[in-house]
Structure formats: C-alpha cells, structure tokens
T-cell receptor, first 115, second 114 residues
Framework: GAGVSQSPSNKVTEKGKDVELRCDPI?????LYWYRQSLGQGLEFLIY????????KSGLPSDRFSAERTGGSVSTLTIQRTQQEDSAVYLC?????????????FGSGTQLSVL | SQELEQSPQSLIVQEGKNLTINCTSS?????LYWYKQKYGEGLIFLMM?????EEKSHEKITAKLDEKKQQSSLHITASQPSHAGIYLC??????????????FGQGTELSVKP
C-alpha cells in the first residue's frame, strides 16, 4: 500500500481478554517497529524487526506482550490478559532497511481501551 | 524514555513569536529525528540530523545538532496556528545489523494562540 496501515483503528476490550493488533508496512520495507504511546506521553519502544534477524524485544513490558512478523511483511502485536494500564495508542512504523539514517513511516495507530 | 529528555514539556506562544524546543541525551546519538504529531493523527517526519554541527531548515522550522551529537534544538520562527501539535525527538543509539531502534523523547506540546 501507499503507507503503513494499522487495524483496527480503535479497539475496546474487557480486562483479561486477549487482543491482536495488525500492522501492514509499506511494501518492500524490511524494518518494522512497534511503539506505544500513553496519553500525554512520548513513544515507548516495544519491538523491532529487521529482515530475517531475531527481533529486538527489549521494549516489551511483560510476557503478556508478543509480536510476530510473518513472511517479512505483516506484523501482529498480541496482548494477552489485557490490563487497564495497557490502554494506549499502539503505533507501527516501517523503514526500507532499518538503517539509522532512514526515515520511519508511521501508521495512524490503534487506540486500545481496556475497560 | 529517560535516554532522551525534551524540554519544555509544553509551550504556549502567541502567533508570530519564535520558539525553541530542546532534546538532550547523555549518550552520543547516531541519528536524531524530529517528528510532529497532531491529535488523532500519525507522526509526520520533519527532519533528520546525523553529523555533529549539522543544521537543516524547512520553511520556518530549523533543527540543529550540536558538535558532540548529544543535543538538538528545533526552532520555529514566526509561529502560526498550523505549527501547533506535539513535537517528538527520536534518536538511534545503537547499530543493530546496520540499523537500530529509535528511542523517542516524551514530546513537547505546542499551542499557538491566534
């Protein structure tokens, strides 16, 4: 597609339920990032995929969070047993090769609300 | 992230006034990015700086990276209501397979009064 696409744009769930957030990066981009943004806060790094390399998971806040990237394209961020503190906007970004001198292209995010 | 500190956290200026936002790190940066975010929208790329002492401008926005590559400033001249939003600095601290994760600051919320 023309840009990074995220779905759903909004998700309301009950505490304890699992949720899956999807990210379609720009076609041909090998690097994919997930960030979390709480209300009034900056972007919190979650996970980074680069080609076939092992992902950098250092930002995942707990073992309830996991992410996959299938076929080097689409990525899914899964949050198990959601808690209220998981409520935030989850942003996905991609870049061509993940080099530090490349621009990241961001999706519009998924607003997650845990009731 | 505490690795990048932005100041101020929020800023209200009168239309037409100049303003500066700062981004500071205790570590040397490999690349420094400035993004703008409007409520409910994604992040819009503004500028990227790599070299110590580098300065870039786009329209009325100028970004600089100091010689030590630990501090950057974003300067807006003659601010307009369209400049309002959240400004985020992001930086790469490490090389990972020739790439690197980007860490972002807490953001600066700018309001411009007409």
């Amino acid at each position: 597609g023309a840009g990074v696409s995220q779905s759903p744009s909004n998700k309301v769930t009950e505490k304890g339920k699992d949720v899956e957030l999807r990210c379609d990066p720009i076609s041909g981009h090998t690097a994919l990032y997930w960030y979390r943004q709480s209300l009034g806060q900056g972007l919190e790094f979650l996970i980074y995929f680069q080609g076939n390399s092992a992902p950098d998971k250092s930002g995942l806040p707990s073992d309830r969070f996991s992410a996959e990237r299938t076929g080097g394209s689409v990525s899914t961020l899964t949050i198990q047993r959601t808690q209220q503190e998981d409520s935030a906007v989850y942003l996905c970004a991609s870049s061509l090769e993940g080099a530090f001198n490349e621009k990241l292209f961001f999706g519009s995010g998924t607003q997650l609300s845990v009731l | 992230s505490q690795e990048l500190e932005q100041s101020p956290q929020s800023l209200i200026v009168q239309e037409g006034k100049n303003l500066t936002i700062n981004c500071t790190s205790s570590k040397t940066l490999y690349g420094l990015y400035w993004y703008k975010q409007k409520y409910g929208e994604g992040l819009i790329f503004l500028m990227m700086l790599q070299k110590g002492g580098e300065e870039k401008s786009h329209e009325k926005i100028t970004a600089k990276l100091d010689e030590k590559k630990q501090q950057s400033s974003l300067h807006i001249t003659a601010s307009q209501p369209s400049h309002a939003g959240i400004y985020l600095c992001g930086a790469a601290f490490m090389i990972y397979n020739q790439g690197g994760k980007l860490i972002f600051g807490q953001g600066t919320e700018l309001s411009v009064k007409p």
